[in-house]
């Protein structure tokens, strides 16, 4: 806040001192204070986050961290299962990404989800093409879901082929 504070009144100065923003200002009939309004507030107590078997937690109001909570011995209120998952992934990135996958599973172990691990298929290049065949396929398969890896951000047109073929 001290801070913020201090930006905002840095801006007042600015608007108030610039004499052609000022005259901008006086044909509306505005202005702007030089100091800050000061507004009474009050800190509400944190909310109970409720899991399933009567798990309850909050969180630490000076940060609203519930994680520490939620990563011992929480459950979800309720979950489904993620049976059938299929990642598609060039195979210069199986690696990675199959930890990642493994990290998922286990992440899904912890709150009460039962996530099996995924099916991989890897691709030889990160063609369009490539993508386009492994989707055919794993569409033919019906999974619940299909994570498709994509090797870096400027593979726009890669992503949009992708989407319109979901």
């Given at each position: 806040?001290?801070?913020?504070?201090?930006?905002?009144?840095?801006?007042?100065?600015?608007?108030?001192?610039?004499?052609?923003?000022?005259?901008?200002?006086?044909?509306?009939?505005?202005?702007?204070?030089t100091?800050?309004?000061?507004?009474?507030?009050?800190?509400?107590?944190?909310?109970?986050i409720?899991?399933?078997?009567g798990?309850?937690?909050?969180?630490?109001?000076s940060?609203?961290?519930?994680?520490?909570?939620?990563?011992?011995?929480?459950?979800?209120?309720?979950?489904?299962?993620?049976?059938?998952?299929?990642?598609?992934?060039?195979?210069k990135?199986?690696?990675?990404?199959?930890?990642?996958?493994?990290?998922?599973?286990?992440?899904?172990?912890?709150?009460?989800?039962?996530?099996?691990?995924?099916k991989?298929?890897e691709?030889?290049?990160?063609?369009?093409?490539?993508?386009?065949?492994?989707?055919?396929?794993?569409?033919?398969?019906?999974?619940?879901?299909?994570?498709?890896?994509?090797?870096?951000?400027?593979?726009?047109?890669l992503?949009?082929?992708?989407?319109?073929?979901?």
């Amino acid at each position: 806040p001290a801070k913020k504070s201090q930006a905002l009144m840095g801006f007042s100065n600015r608007v108030n001192n610039e004499q052609d923003i000022k005259d901008m200002l006086n044909k509306w009939n505005l202005g702007f204070s030089t100091n800050l309004a000061k507004i009474n507030g009050r800190l509400l107590d944190p909310e109970a986050i409720l899991g399933s078997g009567g798990c309850k937690g909050t969180y630490n109001t000076s940060n609203a961290d519930w994680t520490k909570f939620v990563t011992r011995n929480w459950k979800c209120l309720s979950s489904v299962s993620l049976k059938k998952f299929m990642v598609i992934v060039p195979e210069k990135f199986a690696e990675e990404t199959g930890k990642f996958a493994t990290a998922l599973v286990g992440a899904g172990k912890g709150i009460g989800m039962e996530i099996k691990a995924p099916k991989m298929m890897e691709l030889r290049t990160d063609k369009a093409g490539d993508y386009m065949d492994a989707l055919s396929k794993a569409n033919e398969k019906n999974p619940e879901m299909i994570m498709i890896i994509i090797p870096n951000n400027k593979s726009v047109e890669l992503y949009s082929i992708i989407k319109k073929n979901l």
